[in-house]
């Protein structure tokens, strides 16, 4: 069975494309040297997996942690094995398989696991679903199994732990298969979760229950009053916690608190407190107040949205739903023209973390979560593979570069959880958060970065991606193609690209054309051809405009090896916000390829910054420097006062002192 009959193209494995791209390759060791090792380090130290060993009789002691907390080691082991899928990693083999045994031990006979119940509440389940996260941390739970199954690791351990998956995801079914709407997910991710099983099980009864959980959505009656109701019972059973802690003598080695330090800042957009409450009451923070196919906007938690339009994508292309794909095309269009910050980072207000008015695009208190950008990056490819329309690729390349490499430091060990566009300096990289959802999601889109690269059909190839691989598609009659791509993105945009075929047959190469270049060729075996690419100028709010790219097909009968060379100009692009964005009046942002440039006070010690101007008659020269950071094209500009002025890659700053920074600049 094709699970993707209504796409129009289908995506390779991610073990079957080998990174081999310079700058991807330093991410690379990174993730799967450093990151992912210390990330489990920092679990450990903030007793995560002692959360299990006491709940699994392996050690004495006390749970601790938000009642999500699950969900980062079970995000963690996601990465883990996205990562095992490309590479083998003993020591992270043998991580891996000691969270295997402590979830099995953890895990009740039915298939329920939830530490927070079981060790505080045992005889209490799926009582507060708004609130609590019982279904979120089983669908990382499925999701990390389901990733597992894809690597080489032994058929015992990979048996185990789908057999853990199937357990909770029975239980699931069980249980929730004809609830009422009031029993739907307050954090979405188990539907995700649902139709991945389903693809590599073929049981429709995963697939049923996905698609349950989403059709109840926006159906609860009075749902502000039970929003109400649930957060006074979270509220109590804290206070229960916490004196069951104190009659026990026990130390609080960890805050329970329903937010985390990582929504806060220096500066929040005005009435936050009242327009939170209003979010949180009429059902919109929780994507509660309307039926799915009857969304026109994006709208409340930015995260929570963008795994429900993930979901919806991907039953769409279980079921072909007009209405569900309509639903999410018309909601990711509104995002792109009003919601949608220059990085592609989406989420303007810090307590709702999500999403404010149309072209409320404030710099200085936008929130843009890197797990907001990562769930935006999943619904972009899934519309991908749908409909084959470039603007989709473009905004996951934009995303990738952006709002997403952003969250992650050099070193793999610092982290920005919100991401401003404007800094007086008392943001920072941190060690860990209290909430460490971001460090992990980063880690398992990097190590699967492969799959988002091509995809194709019975005789067809798309290339989204240009980052340097090698892989084997197979196309109808048994042709196999061989691709080789070398690519000089982000900074340079000259790419050359291998084909081989196992036969001289026609068939289609479909190569994206970005829409942050002008005047690309392309020459296959000496032989140019001329593209025409208008440059389409938008007003959207963040002068984003991925609508411009394109897809360019190349029909022919392929020889046995073709070499091909891109060539896609890269200059300094000059941006102008939505005159509706009101504090970016008089300000320009700048860009190079796919690079968001920003100006960091390390560059700029004696100017103003974030409240510099620039001279654009006195022109912007980029220049390579090995010296600043890890080696980068900087863009050298001169001040209103003709001071000199250096802007480095968005994605690259807080990497060293603590500094200030601004993207949009005074012109």
Same mark, same amino acid.
């Given at each position: 069975?094709?699970?993707?009959?209504?796409?129009?193209?289908?995506?390779?494995?991610?073990?079957?494309?080998?990174?081999?791209?310079?700058?991807?390759?330093?991410?690379f060791?990174i993730?799967?040297?450093?990151?992912?090792?210390?990330?489990?380090e920092?679990?450990?130290k903030t007793?995560?997996?002692?959360?299990?060993?006491?709940?699994?009789?392996?050690?004495?002691?006390?749970r601790?942690?938000?009642?999500?907390?699950?969900?980062?080691?079970?995000?963690?082991?996601?990465a883990?094995?996205?990562?095992?899928?490309?590479?083998?990693?003993n020591?992270?083999?043998?991580?891996?398989?000691?969270?295997?045994?402590?979830?099995?031990?953890?895990?009740?006979?039915?298939?329920?696991?939830?530490?927070?119940?079981?060790f505080?509440?045992?005889?209490?389940?799926?009582?507060?679903?708004?609130?609590?996260?019982?279904?979120?941390?089983?669908?990382?739970?499925?999701?990390?199994?389901?990733? %597992?199954?894809?690597? *080489?690791? !032994?058929? @015992?351990?990979? /048996?185990?732990?789908?057999?853990? #998956?199937?357990?909770?995801?029975? &239980?699931?079914?069980?249980?929730?298969?004809?609830?009422?709407?009031?029993?739907?997910?307050?954090?979405?991710?188990?539907?995700?979760?649902?139709?991945?099983?389903?693809?590599?099980?073929?049981?429709?009864?995963?697939?049923?229950?996905?698609?349950?959980?989403?059709?109840?959505?926006?159906?609860?009656?009075?749902?502000?009053?039970?929003?109400?109701?649930?957060?006074?019972d979270?509220?109590?059973?804290?206070?229960?916690?916490l004196?069951?802690?104190?009659?026990?003598?026990?130390?609080?080695?960890?805050?329970?608190?329903?937010?985390?330090g990582?929504?806060?800042?220096?500066?929040?957009?005005?009435?936050?407190?009242?327009?939170?409450?209003?979010?949180?009451?009429?059902?919109? %923070?929780?994507?509660? *107040?309307? !039926?799915? @196919?009857?969304? /026109?906007?994006?709208?409340?938690? #930015?995260?929570?949205?963008?795994? &429900?339009?993930?979901?919806?994508?991907?039953?769409?292309?279980?079921?072909?739903?007009?209405?569900?794909?309509?639903?999410?095309?018309?909601?990711?269009?509104?995002?792109?023209?009003?919601?949608?910050?220059?990085?592609?980072?989406?989420?303007?207000?810090?307590?709702?973390?999500?999403?404010?008015?149309?072209?409320?695009?404030?710099?200085?208190?936008?929130?843009?979560?890197?797990?907001?950008?990562?769930?935006?990056?999943?619904?972009?490819?899934?519309?991908?593979?749908?409909?084959?329309?470039?603007?989709?690729?473009?905004?996951?390349?934009?995303?990738?570069?952006?709002?997403?490499?952003?969250?992650?430091?050099?070193?793999?060990?610092?982290?920005?959880?919100?991401?401003?566009l404007?800094?007086?300096? *008392?943001?920072?990289?941190?060690a860990?958060?209290?909430?460490?959802?971001?460090?992990?999601?980063v880690?398992?889109?990097?190590?699967?970065?492969?799959q988002?690269?091509?995809?194709?059909?019975?005789?067809?190839?798309?290339?989204?991606?240009?980052?340097?691989?090698?892989?084997?598609?197979?196309?109808?009659?048994?042709?196999?193609v061989?691709?080789?791509?070398?690519?000089?993105?982000?900074?340079?945009?000259?790419?050359?690209?291998?084909?081989v075929?196992?036969?001289?047959?026609?068939?289609?190469?479909?190569?994206?054309?970005?829409?942050?270049?002008?005047?690309?060729?392309?020459v296959?075996?000496?032989?140019?051809?001329?593209?025409?690419?208008?440059?389409?100028?938008?007003?959207?709010?963040?002068?984003?405009?991925?609508n411009?790219?394109?897809?360019?097909?190349?029909?022919?009968?392929w020889?046995?090896?073709?070499?091909?060379?891109l060539?896609?100009?890269?200059?300094?692009?000059?941006?102008?916000?939505?005159?509706?964005?009101?504090?970016?009046?008089?300000?320009?942002?700048?860009?190079?390829?796919?690079?968001?440039?920003?100006?960091?006070?390390?560059?700029?010690?004696?100017?103003?910054?974030?409240?510099?101007?620039?001279?654009l008659?006195?022109?912007?020269?980029?220049?390579?420097?090995?010296?600043?950071?890890?080696?980068?094209?900087?863009?050298?500009?001169?001040?209103?006062?003709?001071?000199?002025?250096?802007?480095?890659?968005?994605?690259?700053?807080?990497?060293?002192?603590?500094?200030?920074?601004?993207?949009?600049?005074t012109?």
């Open positions: 069975m094709n699970f993707l009959k209504f796409s129009k193209s289908k995506p390779l494995k991610i073990k079957s494309v080998k990174i081999t791209d310079t700058f991807w390759r330093k991410r060791e993730n799967n040297s450093t990151a992912i090792f210390y990330q489990w920092q679990l450990e007793h995560n997996q002692d959360n299990f060993r006491v709940l699994a009789g392996l050690k004495d002691g006390y601790f942690g938000f009642f999500y907390c699950d969900s980062d080691l079970h995000k963690w082991a996601d883990a094995s996205r990562i095992l899928i490309t590479e083998e990693n020591n992270l083999s043998k991580i891996i398989r000691e969270y295997i045994n402590l979830i099995q031990s953890a895990q009740e006979k039915d298939g329920y696991l939830f530490t927070y119940n079981q505080h509440f045992p005889k209490r389940r799926w009582a507060n679903l708004q609130i609590e996260h019982e279904l979120y941390c089983l669908g990382h739970l499925i999701e990390a199994a389901v990733s %597992y199954i894809e690597t *080489n690791e !032994p058929e @015992k351990y990979k /048996k185990e732990f789908l057999e853990i #998956a199937l357990k909770a995801a029975n &239980l699931l079914v069980t249980d929730f298969r004809d609830a009422s709407p009031k029993f739907t997910p307050g954090h979405q991710e188990i539907e995700i979760a649902l139709i991945r099983l389903y693809r590599i099980t073929q049981k429709k009864k995963y697939l049923d229950l996905a698609t349950h959980f989403l059709n109840q959505r926006g159906r609860t009656n009075f749902f502000g009053l039970r929003i109400i109701s649930q957060a006074r979270q509220k109590k059973r804290t206070k229960h916690i004196k069951d802690m104190q009659e026990k003598k026990i130390r609080n080695e960890w805050k329970m608190s329903f937010f985390g990582e929504t806060k800042h220096q500066k929040e957009a005005p009435f936050l407190g009242l327009r939170s409450f209003f979010q949180f009451f009429t059902g919109r %923070y929780h994507q509660q *107040n309307a !039926p799915i @196919k009857k969304m /026109k906007r994006p709208f409340g938690h #930015a995260v929570r949205w963008g795994y &429900l339009v993930t979901a919806m994508a991907l039953l769409y292309q279980e079921t072909g739903d007009e209405e569900l794909l309509q639903a999410v095309q018309r909601t990711w269009e509104h995002l792109v023209q009003k919601q949608m910050f220059i990085t592609g980072g989406i989420g303007a207000l810090g307590s709702v973390e999500g999403f404010g008015r149309d072209y409320e695009l404030y710099s200085d208190y936008s929130y843009c979560e890197t797990c907001a950008a990562i769930a935006n990056i999943l619904l972009n490819w899934e519309l991908a593979l749908i409909t084959n329309e470039a603007k989709y690729s473009d905004l996951l390349e934009w995303q990738v570069y952006n709002a997403l490499s952003v969250g992650i430091g050099l070193n793999g060990t610092s982290y920005l959880y919100r991401n401003l404007e800094s007086s300096g *008392n943001l920072s990289r941190e860990w958060f209290a909430t460490p959802c971001c460090p992990s999601n880690s398992r889109i990097w190590a699967s970065i492969g988002y690269i091509y995809s194709h059909s019975s005789n067809e190839i798309w290339i989204h991606q240009f980052i340097g691989n090698s892989t084997k598609i197979s196309l109808e009659n048994d042709l196999s061989k691709i080789k791509i070398h690519s000089e993105l982000p900074y340079n945009g000259k790419i050359r690209l291998e084909v075929s196992s036969e001289s047959k026609e068939f289609t190469i479909n190569f994206r054309i970005p829409s942050w270049t002008q005047n690309p060729t392309i296959i075996n000496d032989k140019v051809h001329s593209i025409h690419h208008p440059k389409e100028i938008q007003h959207t709010g963040s002068n984003i405009s991925p411009s790219a394109q897809f360019y097909p190349i029909s022919q009968d020889s046995k090896k073709s070499v091909i060379e060539e896609f100009p890269i200059k300094v692009n000059i941006h102008h916000a939505h005159p509706k964005v009101k504090n970016n009046r008089n300000k320009i942002a700048l860009s190079r390829g796919p690079l968001v440039y920003c100006f960091e006070s390390n560059d700029n010690p004696d100017r103003q910054i974030p409240n510099e101007s620039i001279d008659t006195k022109g912007i020269v980029p220049e390579f420097d090995e010296n600043i950071l890890d080696g980068v094209f900087k863009l050298k500009a001169k001040s209103k006062a003709n001071e000199a002025l250096i802007a480095i890659p968005y994605y690259l700053w807080a990497n060293r002192t603590p500094s200030s920074m601004q993207i949009w600049i012109k």
